[in-house]
């Protein structure tokens, strides 16, 4: 989720832990709580600042080992430690169980989104991804708010956030629902399919579609249950020729094939460089596709300059790669 989601959450959890009667009955533990399930809500995205250094970096780490199995364990007692110094005469139990509520929840709603996390890891490095929840979701958000509200207002927050969450337990389970149908319409289209991703959007009967057979990619959109293909590409591999060889050695391009599981691929040769193009299929946008890896080579196949993120217009990514001054 986003980090605004995340940060909501927090504030829910702190009031839903105001039930339980440790953290009630003393100040020092009432705070100390929702110190760490405020910032036990955040502490996983720590790894945000690798974009500080670079896009490649950020993608191939980010919501991994951060999210793993033995972070979720480390991450609340790593906290209870530093809160409890600030506050002795809390219930260091309550506070670290607290804390590791908020860190498991953080890492448990990012499963729901099309980007997923990296939750089994060390027994596996597979991204676990269900794509039902987009990373902003304003309903999930929105609800937040108004209990936030109602809580300011005077209202017991434990007994505000326990129905309001009872209520988004019921949203998660219409989101897989209406997954399911638009699922089952793109395997009535395409019975041949290999593998089909479905990604939510922000609007609620909206729906990203990439599938591939062994022949071909396709792309597509789907709205209340309607399923529209869009694009449609040649699926051709990736062949073993020395400039894509050379290429794969470039980080941002290695960082793209760690993270991208739908795409295809372009070769360029202009006078005195090649460009190799790798674009990913799941994000299609305004007639673009704005998530991209882009190499360029010299004629002797050295690497002159590279990108990967996201971008949507040509103009500016020749300005990252530094084609356009400026």
Known sequence: ???????????????????????AENSATTTSVMIGAIVGSQIPDIDTVLKLKNNAVYIRNHRGITHSIPAVLLWPMLLTAVIYLFFPGANILHLWLWTFIAVFLHVFVDIFNAYGTQ???????????????????????GIH????VIWALGAHPGYTFIPIYILLIFYYLLRFKAQKKVLTEVNRMIPNATEIIIAPTMKYNKWRIAAMNKHQFFVGRAENNNVNIIDHFNRVPVPKTPVLEAAKKDKNLSAFLSFSPVYRWEID????????????????????YPFVAVVHLNMDLEIITSYTGWIFSEEKLRKKLDIIPG
């Open 1 to 23: 989720m986003d980090t605004g989601t995340h940060i909501v959450m927090g504030l829910a959890l702190a009031g839903i832990a105001t039930l339980d009667p440790v953290v």
């Open 145 to 148: 708010i108004v209990g936030l």
């Open 269 to 288: 040769e202009y006078d005195d460089y090649y460009e190799v193009r790798f674009i990913d299929l799941r994000y299609r946008s305004n007639d673009y």
């Open 119 to 141: 939750a089994l890891r060390p027994f596996s490095a597979k991204w676990v991804a269900l794509g039902v929840i987009n990373t902003f979701d304003p309903y999930i958000f």
